[in-house]
Nanobody, 125 residues
Framework: QVQLVESGGGLVQAGGSLRLSCAAS????????MGWFRQAPGKQRDFVAA????????TYAESVKGRFTISRDNAKNTGALQMNDLKPEDTAVYYC??????????????????WGQGTQVTVSS
Protein backbone atom coordinates (compact mmCIF):
# COMPACT_ATOMS: atom_id res chain seq x y z
CA GLN A 1 0.00 0.00 0.00
CA VAL A 2 0.94 3.61 -0.53
CA GLN A 3 0.02 6.55 1.65
CA LEU A 4 0.02 9.96 -0.01
CA VAL A 5 0.05 13.38 1.61
CA GLU A 6 -0.24 16.58 -0.39
CA SER A 7 0.97 20.00 0.69
CA GLY A 8 1.64 23.41 -0.79
CA GLY A 9 -1.83 24.63 -1.59
CA GLY A 10 -2.99 28.12 -0.76
CA LEU A 11 -4.37 31.42 -2.01
CA VAL A 12 -2.62 33.16 -4.88
CA GLN A 13 -3.45 35.96 -7.28
CA ALA A 14 -3.99 35.29 -10.96
CA GLY A 15 -0.67 35.04 -12.75
CA GLY A 16 1.07 33.73 -9.66
CA SER A 17 2.68 30.38 -8.94
CA LEU A 18 2.36 27.54 -6.46
CA ARG A 19 4.24 24.31 -6.02
CA LEU A 20 2.34 21.30 -4.73
CA SER A 21 4.17 18.41 -3.15
CA CYS A 22 3.13 14.81 -2.65
CA ALA A 23 4.92 12.72 -0.04
CA ALA A 24 4.60 8.96 -0.43
CA SER A 25 5.18 6.25 2.14
CA UNK A 26 4.43 2.61 2.76
CA UNK A 27 5.80 1.04 -0.38
CA UNK A 28 8.46 1.40 -3.03
CA UNK A 29 7.44 4.61 -4.75
CA UNK A 30 9.26 3.79 -7.97
CA UNK A 31 6.83 0.92 -8.59
CA UNK A 32 4.01 3.43 -9.07
CA UNK A 33 2.92 5.89 -11.68
CA MET A 34 1.76 9.18 -10.20
CA GLY A 35 -0.96 11.58 -11.19
CA TRP A 36 -2.46 14.89 -10.15
CA PHE A 37 -6.18 15.53 -10.37
CA ARG A 38 -8.40 18.39 -9.30
CA GLN A 39 -11.99 18.92 -8.32
CA ALA A 40 -13.76 22.26 -8.27
CA PRO A 41 -16.93 22.75 -6.19
CA GLY A 42 -19.91 21.11 -7.85
CA LYS A 43 -17.81 19.56 -10.61
CA GLN A 44 -16.34 16.17 -11.34
CA ARG A 45 -12.76 15.30 -10.58
CA ASP A 46 -10.54 16.02 -13.58
CA PHE A 47 -7.14 14.87 -14.75
CA VAL A 48 -4.34 17.44 -14.53
CA ALA A 49 -1.03 15.66 -15.13
CA ALA A 50 0.66 12.31 -14.80
CA UNK A 51 4.19 10.96 -14.71
CA UNK A 52 5.25 7.37 -15.11
CA UNK A 53 7.26 5.36 -12.61
CA UNK A 54 10.65 6.42 -13.96
CA UNK A 55 9.80 10.02 -14.72
CA UNK A 56 10.51 9.41 -18.37
CA UNK A 57 6.96 9.98 -19.60
CA UNK A 58 4.63 12.82 -18.68
CA THR A 59 1.13 13.74 -19.78
CA TYR A 60 -0.84 16.94 -19.27
CA ALA A 61 -4.40 18.07 -19.65
CA GLU A 62 -4.73 20.58 -22.46
CA SER A 63 -5.87 23.26 -20.04
CA VAL A 64 -2.57 23.22 -18.13
CA LYS A 65 -0.03 22.52 -20.86
CA GLY A 66 2.76 25.05 -20.85
CA ARG A 67 1.85 26.29 -17.37
CA PHE A 68 2.16 23.24 -15.10
CA THR A 69 5.10 20.87 -14.71
CA ILE A 70 4.92 17.48 -13.02
CA SER A 71 8.00 15.86 -11.54
CA ARG A 72 9.08 13.19 -9.09
CA ASP A 73 12.09 12.20 -7.02
CA ASN A 74 12.04 8.46 -6.37
CA ALA A 75 15.01 8.67 -4.03
CA LYS A 76 13.00 10.98 -1.76
CA ASN A 77 9.60 9.33 -2.38
CA THR A 78 8.12 12.62 -3.45
CA GLY A 79 6.26 14.10 -6.35
CA ALA A 80 5.53 17.68 -7.26
CA LEU A 81 3.34 19.85 -9.44
CA GLN A 82 4.77 23.27 -10.29
CA MET A 83 1.94 25.58 -11.30
CA ASN A 84 2.74 28.85 -13.05
CA ASP A 85 0.57 31.56 -14.56
CA LEU A 86 -2.36 30.45 -12.44
CA LYS A 87 -5.87 31.40 -13.48
CA PRO A 88 -9.09 31.65 -11.46
CA GLU A 89 -10.35 28.56 -13.28
CA ASP A 90 -7.51 26.58 -11.72
CA THR A 91 -9.23 26.95 -8.34
CA ALA A 92 -9.94 23.47 -6.97
CA VAL A 93 -8.90 20.83 -4.50
CA TYR A 94 -5.84 19.11 -5.94
CA TYR A 95 -5.26 15.42 -5.34
CA CYS A 96 -2.16 13.32 -5.71
CA UNK A 97 -2.76 9.72 -6.80
CA UNK A 98 -0.68 6.63 -7.41
CA UNK A 99 -1.21 3.41 -9.32
CA UNK A 100 0.84 0.29 -9.71
CA UNK A 101 2.62 0.09 -13.06
CA UNK A 102 -0.05 0.16 -15.74
CA UNK A 103 -0.41 0.56 -19.49
CA UNK A 104 -3.86 2.09 -19.46
CA UNK A 105 -4.33 5.79 -19.99
CA UNK A 106 -2.82 7.83 -17.19
CA UNK A 107 -5.77 10.23 -17.31
CA UNK A 108 -8.19 7.52 -16.19
CA UNK A 109 -9.27 8.07 -12.60
CA UNK A 110 -10.34 4.45 -11.94
CA UNK A 111 -6.85 3.25 -12.83
CA UNK A 112 -5.44 4.86 -9.68
CA UNK A 113 -5.34 2.82 -6.52
CA UNK A 114 -4.25 5.34 -3.91
CA TRP A 115 -5.25 8.93 -3.23
CA GLY A 116 -4.16 11.70 -0.94
CA GLN A 117 -6.53 13.83 1.08
CA GLY A 118 -6.25 16.82 -1.23
CA THR A 119 -4.98 20.37 -0.89
CA GLN A 120 -6.94 23.52 -1.70
CA VAL A 121 -5.71 25.90 -4.38
CA THR A 122 -7.55 29.19 -4.71
CA VAL A 123 -6.69 31.70 -7.43
CA SER A 124 -8.14 35.17 -7.08
CA SER A 125 -8.76 37.45 -10.04
Amino acid sequence: QVQLVESGGGLVQAGGSLRLSCAASGSIFSYYDMGWFRQAPGKQRDFVAAINWSGGSVTYAESVKGRFTISRDNAKNTGALQMNDLKPEDTAVYYCAARYLSNVGSYLIPSYDYWGQGTQVTVSS
